[in-house]
């Protein structure tokens, strides 16, 4: 099953995508985690992202839409996988098509805006290993401290409250037209993230299975 999840910054795509991983059994290409790798790791593509991921913006569809070929191409990928955070903009969603590759269900997230500030504020991520965790919500045992590997637990730079309304607007402007793209298609779900993680998890779930 290829399955999509569409939603702002901060909707809870990579917290959800994470949850049904594990249940379906395929795995989560998040295009985000792919690109933060490549600027830990100087790689050109990293060079190239850089400057637009710490300023709220899009990454150029041309380097992204490489990135995704190369992945799902992968073997792990032959049974289905989960896009979090792709497509973002319309010319991506073509390209998908025009890779000639069949999405079974696109489920948007949706979440107030407002609601959105407040969790990316209170977002904090292992630097070493990426993990996701809330100051709030979902905080880890050890304070700044990783509960998986021990690194240290940081604020995402684009996390930055003027970051943040930079990433919305995008997201507006560039992204929510896809909402209209699939629903053309017949794929589209959407559910509503604003309670707790679980309520949102048995929503997505359903929306799968429907
Ligand atoms: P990316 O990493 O994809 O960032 P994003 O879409 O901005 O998504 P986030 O990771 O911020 O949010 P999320 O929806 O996954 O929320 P999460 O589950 O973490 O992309 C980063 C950058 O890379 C982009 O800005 C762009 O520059 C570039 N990029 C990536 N893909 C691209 C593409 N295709 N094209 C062009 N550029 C691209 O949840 C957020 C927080 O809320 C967490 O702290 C979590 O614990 C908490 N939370 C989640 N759910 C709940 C809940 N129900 N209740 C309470 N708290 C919750």
């Keep these: 099953m290829n399955l999509i999840l569409l939603g702002a910054p901060g909707a809870g795509k ?14 989560q290409i998040s295009t985000g985690n792919i690109l933060r ?6 790689t050109e593509c990293g060079l190239k992202a850089k400057s637009y991921m710490d300023a709220g913006a899009l990454v150029p569809d041309e380097v992204v839409i490489g990135i995704l070929k190369d992945r799902i191409a992968e073997a792990d990928c032959a049974n289905g996988y989960i896009l979090d955070g792709f497509p973002r903009t319309v010319p991506q969603a073509e390209a998908l098509e025009a890779m000639g590759v069949n999405i ?10 407002e609601v959105i500030k407040s969790r990316l504020g209170g977002r904090r991520v292992c630097e070493a290993c990426g993990a996701s965790y809330h100051i709030e919500f979902n905080p880890p045992k050890t304070d700044g401290k990783c509960d ?14 003027e970051t943040v ?3 919305l607007r995008t997201y507006h402007e560039a992204t929510a037209p896809l909402i209209d793209f ?6 589209l779900s959407t ?10 998890s048995k929503l997505v779930l359903e929306a799968v299975n429907s």
């Design 37 to 42: 790798a490549a600027v830990k790791n100087g």
């Design 148 to 161: 998986k590997c021990g690194g240290n637990v940081v604020l995402r730079k684009d996390d930055a409250p």
């Design 191 to 200: 559910v509503v993230g604003q309670e707790e993680v679980a309520d949102t």
């Design 165 to 167: 309304i930079d990433r």
């Design 182 to 187: 699939y629903k053309g298609r017949g794929k």
């Design 14 to 27: 990579g917290t959800q995508a994470e949850i049904i991983s594990e249940k379906l059994n395929i795995p």
């Design 104 to 113: 079974d269900k696109v489920i948007e997230i949706s979440v107030d805006d």
